[in-house]
T-cell receptor
Framework: AQSVSQHNHHVILSEAASLELGCNYS??????LFWYVQYPGQHLQLLLK??????LVKGIKGFEAEFIKSKFSFNLRKPSVQWSDTAEYFC?????????????FGSGTRLQVQP | NAGVTQTPKFQVLKTGQSMTLQCAQD?????MYWYRQDPGMGLRLIYY???????DKGEVPNGYNVSRLNKREFSLRLESAAPSQTSVYFC?????????????FGPGTRLTVT
């Protein structure tokens, strides 16, 4: 079965620092890739997605992610974080070779931004 | 347009009690999903429904049943709750008619089983 790994479980940054959260998946076929964010007490919101085409995708709130197929990676980046980015971030994958189209999630990365 | 709604928001059950979590979407989506979220484990798929009248097991279906009542509604039932089912439950929906595969999530139900 496919799996998604997020290697950073808890990240603490100061405001204005740069962010990179790692995400790797284990499936050799066609995938769609997503990053979701969950602010404290709220439900999951889509940050950005990759379906095809340009491997560098831009999302909301200044986030971007790069799909590197050879490394099975889809890392999330932001050049300068803000206190309001404090949240939990989930990488997720949909396998395109089955009809289910369910999301397989990573375990999440808790980001804490200190003012 | 409310998106995906879930009721209740919070629930406390005793071991052995039953309850149904309700989910509805107003986006005319075909596919609906139930996930559970546990600390350090991300979200795991319990059941999904590709269309009205069809359901299928996900990664962690044991102890749960589902009903796709109509296109809008997808309920999750715990027949005999166990402490291991203490979790936050999220419903999601997806438009399967096009090429867009992102899922839209409800606000979640926080369930505690004592």
């Amino acid at each position: 079965a496919q799996s998604v790994s997020q290697h950073n479980h808890h990240v603490i940054l100061s405001e204005a620092a740069s962010l990179e959260l790692g995400c790797n998946y284990s499936y050799g076929g066609t995938v769609n890739l997503f990053w979701y964010v969950q602010y404290p007490g709220q439900h999951l919101q889509l940050l950005l997605k990759y379906f095809s085409g340009d491997p560098l995708v831009k999302g909301i709130k200044g986030f971007e992610a790069e799909f590197i197929k050879s490394k099975f990676s889809f890392n999330l980046r932001k050049p300068s974080v803000q206190w309001s980015d404090t949240a939990e971030y989930f990488c997720a994958v949909t396998i395109m070779d089955t009809g289910r189209r369910a999301l397989t999630f990573g375990s999440g990365t808790r980001l804490q931004v200190q003012p | 347009n409310a998106g995906v709604t879930q009721t209740p928001k919070f629930q406390v059950l005793k071991t052995g009690q039953s309850m149904t979590l309700q989910c509805a979407q107003d986006m005319n989506h075909n596919s609906m999903y139930w996930y559970r979220q546990d600390p350090g484990m991300g979200l795991r798929l319990i059941y999904y429904s590709a269309s009205e009248g069809t359901t299928d097991k996900g990664e962690v279906p044991n102890g749960y049943n589902v009903s796709r009542l109509n296109k809008r509604e997808f309920s999750l039932r715990l027949e005999s709750a166990a402490p291991s089912q203490t979790s936050v439950y999220f419903c999601a929906s997806r438009d399967s008619s096009g090429s867009r595969y992102e899922q839209y999530f409800g606000p979640g139900t926080r369930l505690t089983v004592t």
